[in-house]
Every structure is written in C-alpha cells, then in structure tokens.
C-alpha cells in the first residue's frame, strides 16, 4: 500500500541546530543581564541565518548563544565567591588587628 502523502523532502543539513534560546533568558533573568542579552541576540539569529540557507553561520551563532549563556553563568558566581572571600578576610582581619 503506498501512502497518499509525498516523502519529506532530504535535507542534507539536518535539522537546524538548537537556539540556545531558553538559556538565554534563564541566565537574563536569574544572572547577569547583559550578558544574557547578547545570548538571546544570538539565539534569534540562528533559525533567520538557517532558513536564508547559511548553514555554517547558523551553527556558529548557535554555539556562540551557548557560550554568552553559559559566561552569564559563570560570572556571577565567580564575583559572589569573590566577594565572599574578601567579606571573609576583611572580618579576619578586623578581628585580628582588635586585640
């Protein structure tokens, strides 16, 4: 029996790569705004460059919304460990120039 629908047409790219988007306001919202801005900026270019047919630039603009993101992550865990760190010698310190 065959079927009444045409095949889906080959794509020999595949499908679009992921858009990181979700991340990217995750990170906006929860960590470091400006950051998590230019990830979601990313983010958006990756279907618009796909379906215009640049593949490599697609991909490329996926992986760099990855990136912002996972940097929107980081940083502000690096800056409040540091802060941490310096609240701690600072009372340290204090408590040692005391006596």
């Known amino acids: ?5 045409p095949p889906p047409p080959y794509d020999p790219y595949g499908p679009p ?3 990181n988007l979700v991340w990217g306001i995750l ?3 929860m960590c470091c705004l400006p950051l998590g801005i230019v990830s979601i900026i990313k983010a958006n270019e990756v279907n618009k460059l796909w379906y215009q047919g640049r593949h490599d630039e697609a991909r490329k603009a996926s992986a760099q919304a990855r990136r912002w993101a996972i940097w929107s992550a980081i ?3 690096v800056v409040a460990v540091g802060a941490g760190l310096i609240a701690a010698i600072g009372a340290a310190l204090s408590e040692y120039g005391s006596y």
């Not at 029996?1 to 629908?5: G, N, V």
């Open 1 to 5: 029996m065959t079927s009444p629908y």
């Open 75 to 77: 940083i502000p865990v």
């Open 27 to 29: 990170t906006t919202v």
């Open 17 to 19: 790569p992921d858009t």
